[in-house]
Structures are given as structure tokens and as C-alpha cells.
């Protein structure tokens, strides 16, 4: 029997469970019939910021950034780019530090962009600085075991 995995969907976000053996073939939502991978980062916000962090039972990838961040704007193609290579072993987000200020304080994000790993609600790893896609891959994939 294979171990059921809780994701949280990006559309509605229900929490699903998926049988491990199964993440890669494109599992939907139970409740809103959405894919639950899209190999696109997905956006958070304050309501659903730690229902993600905390109910997938895969690693969540997020990127703390603004949209007045040069750094940033230049990064978002490789993330969305490494989104596409870490689905579905990994959920990949984004959080828009301007628009949650709160969030972001909770976790001490002092500089943008932050890469900032998390697994079980608990955060991992982190990663203060712009990165190339595959850069990203190697990093979020060297902290899980």
C-alpha cells in the first residue's frame, strides 16, 4: 500500500491526500477537480500562507519578494522555471512582502529575494539573494533528504 501524501490544492485549497506512487501522474483536486501541480510558482496570501506551509506534506519552496525589487523582478523567470523542474516532489510559492508585511515579519525576511524552505510547518533552510533556475533546483533539493 502506498503512503498518502496531503497536499493542499492551489486553486481552492482543499487539503487532498494522493498516494505517494501517484504525485506524478498529474493528480487533481477532489473538491474543485483543478490540477494540484500547474509548474507554475503559486501566489500566497495571509489566509493561505500557512495553510500551505503547514498541511502539504511535501516541501514548499516560497520566494519572499516585492514588486518594486529589481533583484526580484530579474529572478521570477528562473523560480517559475525551477517551479517547473521541482513539481511535483516540491510546492513552489511566492509571497508578496509589500502586500503581507505580517507574514513576512513572522519570519524575520530582512532582505528580498529570500528562498525560504519549508517541510512539516517547520522552516529548513533559507536563501537571501537573486538565483538562476538551475541554481534554485540544487539548493532546494539539497536540503531535503
Keep these: 500500500m502506498s503512503e498518502a501524501l496531503h497536499l493542499v490544492c492551489p486553486h481552492c485549497h482543499a487539503v487532498n491526500r494522493v498516494p ?3 504525485l506524478g501522474e498529474n493528480p487533481a483536486c477532489g473538491q474543485c477537480r483543478q490540477p ?7 501566489e500566497l496570501d495571509a489566509p493561505h500562507f500557512d495553510r500551505h506551509i503547514g498541511r502539504n506534506d511535501i516541501p514548499v519552496l516560497v520566494d519572499f519578494w516585492a ?6 523582478r530579474m529572478m521570477a523567470p528562473a523560480f517559475a ?12 510559492a511566492k509571497l508578496d512582502t509589500e502586500a503581507h508585511q505580517a507574514i513576512a515579519a513572522r519570519h524575520a525576511i530582512r532582505s528580498i529575494p529570500t528562498l525560504a524552505l519549508f517541510r512539516g510547518g517547520r522552516e529548513i533552510a533559507r536563501q537571501a539573494g537573486a538565483m538562476a ?5 540544487r539548493w532546494a533539493r539539497s536540503h531535503v533528504g
Design 133 to 137: 533556475a538551475a541554481d534554485i533546483v
Design 81 to 92: 522555471q525551477a517551479a517547473s523542474m521541482l513539481e511535483p516532489q516540491f510546492r513552489v
Design 36 to 42: 494540484l501541480f500547474t509548474a507554475q510558482p503559486l
Design 20 to 22: 505517494a506512487a501517484r
Design 67 to 72: 514588486p518594486w525589487c529589481g533583484p526580484c
